[in-house]
């Protein structure tokens, strides 16, 4: 079972490349952009499930080690239900990255809470928080 679970949490070993693990996490979902909305938060909803399910079942991981990518891919996929197109989507991976690496406010509040959900949380709210924006722009340019 530990083996699914790094798979889970590695997304099939994506989080082994390097550099940037996380960065890779984050592309691998890239293609969700091109789906209707819907798609990539259902996509956020299974790989939420699936790595709190993981994360759980891994003690190394809930100290959030950089092989761990599932939370990037649910973070990115909750960003990416905001993106309504190819530039959107590109702004969407930039902010996301941008909340994830540098952790402001409540993500990195998240963040230092540890274990599983501080594992998960900080990458859905850098998602949200990315998403948001990318509505807000949606909403004041053409």
């Known amino acids: ?20 693990p996380g960065t890779w996490g984050s592309v691998a979902v890239l293609p969700l952009a091109a789906a209707p909305g819907w798609v990539p938060l259902l996509a956020a909803t ?30 990115m996929s ?19 990255r941008a909340f994830d690496i540098a952790k402001p406010g409540p993500v990195g509040w998240l963040d230092r809470r540890g274990g599983t959900m501080g594992v998960m949380g900080d990458d859905l709210l850098a998602g949200l928080l990315a998403g948001l924006v990318v509505l807000g722009l949606r909403m004041i340019l053409p």
């Open 1 to 20: 079972m530990a083996g699914l679970a790094r798979a889970v949490a590695s997304l099939g070993g994506i989080g082994r490349l390097g550099p940037g």
């Open 46 to 75: 299974l790989f939420t499930m699936a790595g709190l399910w993981a994360v759980s079942r891994l003690p190394e991981a809930e100290a959030d080690p950089g092989w761990v990518v599932v939370d990037e891919a649910a973070g």
């Open 78 to 96: 909750l960003a990416l239900a905001f993106a309504d197109g190819l530039l959107a989507a590109a702004i969407a991976f930039s902010l996301f």
